[in-house]
């Protein structure tokens, strides 16, 4: 079965730091487009990071600097290491599989989401 | 940097009702296009890709349509299972980035 499942989520001060897993079953990371998405409370969808697999990563302006996308092919696994957090990082991360069509790049699974507050 | 807009931002309709989605890109685009559903709580959905290509198991009442900078997403008649807040998408790779527009609520009217 193909899932997707995010952890790591929780209540962590401005100025802290946060990782995010995603543990995907039915295909590999390794050979599939992977990005994060997020949507703060009350607010449309984000798009944050995507990591390639020739592992070429990219980034949301907002985040730059900050976050960081990374994989871990042995165990299947997404990760997004998230540093210097604010008030702004607040939302759910969704990872997701990029789906290469005709010409548009989609997001074709999700995973369920996990929430990050960052609250003092 | 491409922008999407989202007409109307909220909808109200009744079930069996047919209703019509906007999204427009700030300039062409082509064909690259996505559309969304999100349910409250939940994750979104692809619903369809490439501006009109039907996701697999997608109702064939949603349909999608345009080119260029003008696209429509189209539910031929409502289900109570379409009231749900509606995303259209793109992928620009210069600057690399993907975008969502703003959303548009389909309630109960």
């Known amino acids: 079965e193909v899932q997707l499942v995010e952890t790591g989520g929780g209540l962590i001060q401005p100025g802290g730091s946060l990782r995010l897993s995603c543990a995907v079953s039915?295909?590999?990371?390794?050979?599939?487009?992977m990005s994060w998405v997020r949507q703060a409370p009350g607010k449309g969808l984000e798009w944050v990071s995507v990591?390639?697999?020739?592992?070429?990563?990219y980034y949301a302006d907002s985040v730059k600097g900050r976050l960081t996308i990374s994989r871990d092919n042995s165990k299947n696994t997404l990760f997004l290491q998230m540093d210097s957090l604010t008030a702004q990082d607040t939302a759910v991360y969704y990872c997701?599989?990029?789906?290469?069509?005709?010409?548009?790049?989609?997001?074709?699974?999700w995973g369920p989401g996990t929430m990050v507050t960052v609250s003092s | 940097a491409i922008l999407l807009t989202q007409s109307p931002s909220s909808v109200s309709a009744s079930l069996g009702d047919r209703v019509t989605i906007t999204c427009r890109a700030s300039?062409?685009?082509?064909?690259?296009l996505a559309w969304y559903q999100q349910i409250p709580g939940k994750a979104p959905k692809l619903l369809i890709s490439?501006?009109?290509s039907l996701e697999s198991g997608v109702p064939s009442r949603f349909r999608g349509s345009g080119s260029g900078t003008d696209f429509t997403l189209t539910i031929s008649s409502l289900q109570p299972e379409d009231f749900a807040t509606y995303y259209c998408?793109?992928?620009?790779?210069?600057?690399?980035?993907?975008?969502f527009g703003p959303g548009t609520k389909v309630d109960i009217k």
């Open positions: 997701a599989r990029v789906q290469l069509g005709r010409e548009a790049y989609a997001f074709d699974i």
């Open positions: 039915g295909f590999s990371v390794s050979s599939n487009y």
């Open positions: 990591i390639y697999s020739a592992d070429n990563t």
């Open positions: 300039q062409g685009i082509s064909s690259a």
């Open positions: 490439d501006a009109s």
């Open positions: 998408q793109h992928f620009n790779n210069y600057p690399h980035r993907f975008t």
